[in-house]
């Protein structure tokens, strides 16, 4: 008797009653772990789609490392391009400005290099008058003009 006072002083009951609620409890699980499974299928991703993933991305920090080389020799050269271009303009603006000095001199070649014309002039009534110079240097159109004719 001292024994059947334990199993009805226990809150769960004997033995049997605590079988009983155990099975209860697995049966519950069981019928959880369905819908725990799809739950837990449906939040995995397919493993085509990591992978597919995966490839896509180690190909475009592949290209994305290309593109970066070939960006830095497109700068490259585009620097060695405008220093070029900067060293042109600065040659060309020291060209105009001393244009100005070179048509001087141009004018000053050709004043040393007209020839000396002398002849003698008759006038009636007068004697022969010996005159002499240098021929005329005309405008650079007609410079331009008479060397068209060579």
């Not at 020839?115 to 006038?123: A, H, Q, S, T």
Request: with cysteine.
């Amino acid at each position: 008797e001292g024994h059947a006072a334990r199993r009805s002083d226990s809150p769960h009951g004997g033995p049997e009653q605590q079988w009983i609620v155990h099975e209860r409890l697995l049966a519950k699980l069981e019928g959880e772990r369905v819908s725990i499974f799809k739950q837990v299928e449906n939040l995995r991703v397919p493993v085509e789609d990591a992978h597919r993933a995966e490839w896509e991305q180690k190909t475009r920090l592949a290209e994305i490392a290309d593109l970066k080389v070939r960006l830095q020799e497109a700068e490259g050269r585009l620097a060695k391009g405008q220093e070029v271009l900067v060293r042109a303009s600065q040659e060309l603006e020291e060209l105009k400005a001393a244009a100005p000095g070179w048509q001087a001199d141009l004018d000053k070649a050709r004043m040393l290099t007209r020839p000396r014309l002398e002849g003698v002039c008759y006038n009636p009534g007068q004697l022969p008058e010996k005159v002499g110079g240098f021929a005329r240097c005309g405008s650079h159109a007609e410079m331009a003009d008479s060397s068209k004719g060579f």
